[in-house]
């Protein structure tokens, strides 16, 4: 393959890559949020991109790619059709654990290892962890509390709503729910958007790009679920440093733990909200 030919190739796939950023952004990260204009949702705008970027992947000639980018549509259209929110009712639990867990971990998972031929890496342990690893856990939980207390208490006092929470009776059932939802969604962002997007995108571009498109699938599925306002810029932030954590370290483990810390400090918040002075705990009513 000559020089001039492997640069249409490249060009071609980069094109491919933002369309289908582009189409995620539109599809789920716009989701819940209107659209331009009252008659036209966003999600409508973003299907074209999507087609258009498997068109040119498959134009490419790279069919590893191509593969790819039908797994990155899979995982769009998955979230497309599930109801992505804070309700911590038992059918919507069943739905995102069925929808999430089977529809954007597992197939996807079994098509790369035997369609694509390019299994998922699943690295959860990469040998000791140093002194800087561990003490990012205090830094990152100091940073996350400070971060989510002005964000709960000033930015967007009303944020809590999208995990909607009983006011009266019993909440200890309503309360575990959510603990253990925002704990299962913590893992499922890491597995799907580290370890699925992440991993796959860098074995065809350069670390830098394949992490800012990560961060883009990342933020989408969360400013969709909660976070509006001024959290999609963290959210962001955090999945720009949590695929540069997953590069240093290899450990999918480390990144989950870092990722469940900072939940526990969102679960407290959204309890606090509602509860001022959160005087609940695991064994009480």
């Known amino acids: 393959m000559n020089e001039t030919t492997l640069s249409v190739v490249t060009f071609s796939k980069r094109v491919s890559l933002w369309l289908m950023t582009a189409a995620m952004v539109l599809i789920i990260g716009l989701k819940g949020h209107g ?39 899979w995982l769009i259209l998955v979230l497309h059709f599930t109801r992505i929110d804070g309700d911590t009712t038992n059918g919507h639990i069943l739905e995102l654990a069925l929808m999430l867990g089977i529809g954007v971990l597992l197939v ?54 999208s995990w909607p929470l009983p006011l009266e009776g019993p909440r200890t059932d309503a309360l575990w729910r959510l603990f253990w939802g925002c704990n299962f969604i913590g893992v499922w962002d890491e597995l799907a958007f580290i370890n699925f997007v992440f991993v796959l995108l860098g074995r065809h571009f350069r670390f ?17 679920m909660a976070f509006v306002g001024w959290g999609p810029v ?31 400090v969102l679960f407290y918040m959204i309890a606090n909200q509602w509860y001022p002075g959160f005087g609940w705990h695991p064994w009480g009513g």
């Open 35 to 73: 659209g331009p204009v009252p008659a036209l949702d966003w999600h409508w705008l973003g299907w074209p991109p999507l087609v258009i970027s498997i068109f040119l992947a498959w134009c490419s000639g790279n069919v590893s790619w191509a593969k790819t980018t039908v797994l990155m549509a």
């Open 108 to 161: 996807p998972a079994l098509l790369a290892k035997y369609w694509l031929k390019e299994p998922l890496d699943y690295s959860w342990f990469n040998g000791r962890w140093s002194r800087r690893m561990w003490m990012w856990f205090p830094l990152g939980f100091v940073l996350a509390f400070a971060f989510l207390w002005v964000y709960f208490n000033h930015w967007t006092p009303t944020l809590h709503h």
């Open 234 to 264: 963290v959210i962001f932030a955090f999945a720009l440093t949590q695929g540069m954590t997953y590069r240093r370290t290899r450990s999918l483990f480390y990144i989950i733990i870092l990722h469940l810390m900072i939940d526990s």
């Open 208 to 224: 830098g790009e394949a992490n800012l498109a990560q961060a883009f699938f990342f933020t989408s599925f969360l400013h969709e």
